[in-house]
């Protein structure tokens, strides 16, 4: 990905920006606030944002609505980017802040103050059901519950969330990292437990070990050692694989295309997000981490990606043990956020890893100019 360096005319832009960003994710140290927002801006970091500012005095770049569209696409992904790659903000809250935060728009595309984690949502709502201004609400079927500082626990009508705050979120090593920073209880719920022993009990542990049991690659990460029953691939397969290749390309997800009725479209293509050999073995051995200028996307034939990349279902799993992706059936393509298949192929790979969200695709923005 190019770096995109957007010259504000003051430096006190660049403060106030990082004071949005602080605000919105509490508990995100000011220093850290104050990097992010420079890398946003196409700065190597605080102090080369602040000295070149100081220098380059006469320089100011154009804002978003008058520049190109796809200069705009880039800019507004480099600002996903920086805020994904800190660890502290999940890829779903970093889709939406980025349109609020106006970083590079003179007009924000929404107001800041309608932004909220799940997280703050569920304090909010704590606080006024203690007031007795919320009383009952739809969502809910019970009220939230303090766990610990940082957590909070949500009982939807449906479903129960954990919610973490910025600095418990930036705590969990990579792999259990979600597209939000709300998990849920009966699945990557217990998973935090292995972060945070000071707050579940050796119970939500043992659960944990269980759920990743199914799960090869987690359970080395989470472990350190390889699952009792010899897994059809494992971390010190792949990374030979990577080693001997490393200017291939290994998946980490695929993505079906959604219609807005959540049904799947006549679509022969799934689209591939993937790493080459030596971003892959990083990714391997850091737990899941990886920075997103790291992702090249690629489209391939959907019976194309089933022969070669494999299948993983709920129950069971066939994958290539070669993994890597075939260079005569792809074809480079922009990033495609639509329909993260959780429970599909390659869905060992990405599931948790920051590669979700846009962060730049709105139709009030872009639709004008036939970009969503």
Known sequence: MSNFIFYPEKIGFVKNKAKQLQKAFPGLPHSTSQEITAVALGFQGWF???????????????????????????????????????????PADAEYFVRCWGLTSEQPATGLSEFATTY?????????????????????????????????????????????????????????????????????GYWLSLSFKDVFSDEDRKHALDDLSRNPLH?????????????????????????????????????????????????????VPALQGEHFIHYLDNQGDLKLDWVQWFQMRRRDALNNIGWIPYSGMTINPDIRLPENLITPCKPYYHSPFKH?????????????????????????????
């Open 219 to 271: 359970t080395e990460w989470a472990t350190g050692r390889v699952t009792d029953e010899e897994p059809f691939f494992s971390l010190k397969q792949m990374r030979k694989v990577a080693e001997k290749h490393p200017d291939s390309w290994f998946p980490l997800s695929v993505r079906l295309n959604m219609s807005s009725d959540d049904a799947y479209k006549n679509d022969p293509f799934c689209y």
């Open 344 to 372: 599909g192929p390659m869905a060992e790979f990405e599931y948790n890893t920051a590669i979700e969200g846009g962060g730049f695709r709105t139709i009030d923005e872009l639709d004008d100019e036939g970009v969503v």
């Open 48 to 90: 080369d944002c602040a000295s070149r500012l100081k220098k380059d005095t006469n320089i100011a770049s154009l804002y978003d609505e008058q520049i190109a569209p796809p200069l705009f696409i880039d800019r507004r992904h480099q600002q996903f980017c920086a805020l994904v790659d800190s660890g502290y903000v999940a």
């Open 120 to 188: 703050t949502e569920f304090l909010d709502d704590m606080r006024d059901f203690e007031s007795g201004t919320l009383s009952s609400d739809s969502h809910y079927a019970d009220k939230p519950e303090w766990i610990a500082d940082g957590i909070v626990l949500g009982h939807d009508i449906k479903y129960t969330y954990y919610a973490l705050d910025a600095q418990r979120f930036h705590a969990l090593p990579p792999y259990i990292r979600g597209n939000s920073s709300a998990f849920l209880r009966y699945e990557t």
